[in-house]
């Protein structure tokens, strides 16, 4: 069965720190990752997927099916990046999201 | 567009009463998904559709119904309220089609169950 593990419930970096939140999955297929991000009251939001390689808000995450990891990265953390993040799984006949726990990152000034 | 709407945002049950979540897309999607947020478990999918009048269950769709009469909405049912139950309950909905595909929110329904 798939599984997205999330191993830090709370991370808080200083301002201008990189910031790396980790993400595991387990999946016998090829899979389709996601982070998503969920703001002080706001919702819930999709930050990047993995097939864009893209960088968003200066966010990257890198697929590494070696290590099977997504982890997502930004060199220079701002205040503005506190929020809750999800990593996500896709799969199955409407793509329903299999979702890791979560890490609340707090960016300090 | 309003995208992914739910009525209500809060709401009080008693234990055993009942209540229907409601949402809506104006986005002409396909797929539609309630999930539930716990602290500490992440988001997890209760019931999704693949279109109108098909329906499937998720990881916990114990103590849950659902309907999809109609494309744009989709309907999550309590039949007899639980404490267990109490959680927010989000909806999304995606756009069918190739490749990995972003879900989109609604801002979510606070239920507590006394």
């Not at chain 1, 002080?40 to 893209?54: D, K, V, Y």
């Not at chain 1, 982890?71 to 990046?81: M, S």
């Not at chain 2, 500490?40 to 119904?65: F, Q, W």
């Amino acid at each position: 069965a798939q599984r997205v593990t999330q191993p830090e419930k709370l991370l808080s970096v200083f301002k201008g720190a990189p910031v790396e939140l980790k993400c595991n999955y387990s999946y016998s297929g090829s899979p389709e990752l996601f982070w998503y991000v969920q703001y002080s009251r706001q919702r819930l939001q999709l930050l990047l997927r993995h097939i864009s390689r893209e960088s968003i808000k200066g966010f990257t995450a890198d697929l590494n099916k070696g290590e099977t990891s997504f982890h997502l990265k930004k060199p220079f953390a701002q205040e503005e990046d506190s929020a809750m993040y999800y990593c996500a799984l896709s799969k199955g006949s409407a793509r329903q999201l299999t979702f890791g726990s979560g890490t609340q990152l707090t960016v300090l000034p | 567009n309003a995208g992914v709407t739910q009525t209500p945002k809060f709401r009080i049950l008693k234990i055993g009463q009942s209540m229907t979540l409601q949402c809506t897309q104006d986005m002409n999607h396909n797929y539609m998904y309630w999930y539930r947020q716990d602290p500490g478990m992440g988001l997890r999918l209760i019931h999704y559709s693949v279109g109108e009048g098909t329906t499937a269950k998720g990881e916990v769709p114990d103590g849950y119904n659902v309907s999809r009469l109609k494309k744009q909405n989709f309907l999550l049912g309590l039949e007899s309220a639980a404490p267990s139950q109490t959680s927010v309950y989000f909806c999304a909905s995606s756009y069918r089609g190739q490749g990995a595909n972003e879900q989109f929110f609604g801002p979510g329904t606070r239920l507590t169950v006394l």
